[in-house]
């Protein structure tokens, strides 16, 4: 088949190529719009508690570094690369153990490393101790 046969039927014209983004009636990107379509397609995954979702919202008007609320959004959803989370997707060696590298008593998860650990502990201790509050170490990252 030639080019020519292949083009029959098919209409070109000189108008000029523009983009349009799907998600928003006025065809232009928008991060809300992308967020949005995030959110929708993680609720439909998970099944979030009201309270949870609150977390997010106030999570992404926070004024902390981009950097900080990223990784703060990866902890909530768990998708820090922690080694119970490797071992799950196979990239450990079979001889690998997924215990904590801080304590080495327990397995190695989101929960663990930031609120359970001994080490994580006594940091926590240790700022609460200079802001001068104390509090009870939460079961959760959302409760925190």
Known sequence: MSLKEDL?????????????????????????SAYTRLEGLVSSEVLWRKEDKGVFEVLWKCPTPSKVVAFAWRSFLNRIPNKLNLALRNVLGPDVQPLCGLCTST??????????????STVWLKLMWWLDCLF????NLFVH
């Not at 039927?9 to 928008?30: A, C």
């Not at 009870?136 to 079961?139: A, C, G, H, S, Y």
């Open 8 to 32: 029959e039927g098919v209409r070109l014209s000189n108008d000029v190529d523009l983009w349009r983004w799907k998600l928003d009636e006025s065809g232009v990107f928008t991060v809300n």
């Open 107 to 120: 397995v190695e998860s989101v929960l663990h490393l930031f609120l359970h650990c001994e080490v994580s």
């Open 136 to 139: 009870i170490t939460p079961p």
